[in-house]
Every structure is written in C-alpha cells, then in structure tokens.
C-alpha cells in the first residue's frame, strides 16, 4: 500500500532516486525468479510467464533471460501469440460477433503439445511466427535447441492448463502483474486495473498507432478475459512478480493528459481524476533498462 502524498514527496525531492529504488526492487524480483528456474531445471527445462495486459511480460522475459546468462543458463524466449491460428470462419467470437483473440481457442494447442514433447526429448523446435496485421501466419519460422538450456514461454495464456495442459505442472510457473495500489488516506487513490489501463493507453499509441478511444472501448472486453482465462492461472505460478514501480504514477501523468486529450468517456474521466493529484516527474529519470520503457519508449 502507497501513499500519493509519500510518493509526490519523493518525485520532487529527488525523482531519479525514487526510479532507481523502483528498478532495485523489481530487479530483486528478477534475479530471485532466476534462481528459481535454475533449481528447478532438472524437474524441467520449460519456464511459463503468465500475466495480465500491460504487466509488463515481455521485458520481463528478456530480463529473466539475460539473469540466467550471467549464471551461465542460455534461455529461448518464445511468445504465446506466434501459435495464433489463421482467422477462419470458426474463429471464437465475443457476444457482440467481434473476434475473442482472449479466447485460448484462438492458439494452435496440438503444436504447442507437439513442440513440449520435443523439449522433452531435446528435439530441435521450428516456432511459427504469426501476423497480426494480415492475421495469420507468415512463412518465415525460428528454429531453436531446447538442448541447451531453458524455454520461456510467454503470454497470457502460459499458466492456463487448457493451453499448456500438464506443462503447468511440471515447469516453473511465473505470475506477473501490478501488485500495489497507491491511496489517498484509506481512500483507494490508483487502482492497479487503472495503472495498466494507462500503460496500455501510452503503449499502444506509440507503437500500434491505436487511438485512445479505441484501446478505453476495448478494455472491458480485455479485462472479462482475465477474469475468464488469465487471473485463474495466478494460483498455480510458482512466483508472482509485482511490476509495480512507485514513480510510475508521477511518470506517466503527464503522457496520460495528453493522451486523453479530447477524450470524452467515463472511463478517461475516471484515469483523470485518479492522476490529478500526483507530481510529474521526467521520463529522463528513468533508467534505458527499465521495465517503464516498454510503454514509454525512448522519452526523455
């Protein structure tokens, strides 16, 4: 639990200490989740990182993967959303008709069983790579040595068993998401759905040209698939990460205004009022390495 008073206290004290004390105890994270992997290789070489939208998987993987290098453990990182099946007609569908890509129907599960019995038996693995632009699967594939040390499974369906049926068990299971809330008294101030709403919001403009209306309209959707097909996962991980960091309100204030900019929905009123209050601090305190940077990018 956060006090938005402690916080903005720190933002102008001293904002680049504040990062640099969110990095340290997510990079703690890390490297403990990197012990674990490493003793746990012998019961398997598979790892599963589950999470919500905008937890902040993909980071998550490559600094998992570069903690077991330095422990001299290569690792194949391998993203869920390549086992995307072409969109058909059976495609499965939300009530409204719109295409469920939450649904864990929409992966190719008999190759994601195929390519575990191959890790098992060290059998090289030729990884599809999927397109969603043209939504479907290109013809360029990825072919990897499970031989050689561990294979990370991201995305968010890694600890579903549907999808992964008895890999859940057996690999090393890892759960992230944003475990902290920031408070104005005992008043609930930023609610951690919000935080990753905004991370989305400021990602997805970025990177995937989307609107701010479109990702706000979305997210219902997104979330009722957590609720149905991620959050159930959480109990079988056997880390849970929290990609909370404390200087993220006062970082991303500025770029949610902006972002929101026009913007008329209860939802974008809400986002506003629950960053209203925080300090701004510049994305410039914020280390290249940080997880913040998959959203914001290369700000300064």
Sequence with gaps: MYNYIDLNAAAVADPKALCRTSEEGYFRQISEIAEGIAAHLETSRVALLC???????????????????????????????????????????????????????????????????????????????????????????????????????????????????????????????????????????????????????????????TSTERTIDMWPSVRAGEHKYILPGKPLADYVLNSFHACEAPLFRPLIFSALDGVDHPLADALRTAYAPFAEISPANVADTSLLREFIGDLM
């Design 51 to 209: 999470g919500p939208s905008s937890a902040g998987k993909t980071t998550t993987a490559g600094n998992i993967t570069h903690a077991l290098a330095e422990k001299g453990i290569p690792c194949h990182v391998i993203s869920l959303d390549d086992y995307y099946l072409d969109i058909h007609d059976d495609y499965p569908k939300n009530p409204d008709g719109t295409l469920d890509f939450e649904s864990p129907y929409c992966l190719d599960i008999p190759l994601l069983k195929e390519h575990f019995r191959a890790i098992e038996q060290g059998i090289p693995l030729e990884i599809p790579h999927f397109s969603f632009t043209e939504r479907r699967r290109s013809e360029k594939t990825t072919v990897i040595d499970p031989d050689d040390g561990v294979v990370l499974y991201e995305g968010i369906h890694a600890l579903n068993p549907t999808v992964m049926g008895d890999e859940v068990d057996k690999a090393f299971g890892i759960y992230i998401h944003i475990g902290s809330e920031i408070y104005d008294g005992d008043q609930l101030l930023l609610p951690k759905n919000y935080m990753r709403l905004c991370r989305r919001i400021v990602r997805d403009r970025r990177v995937r040209g």
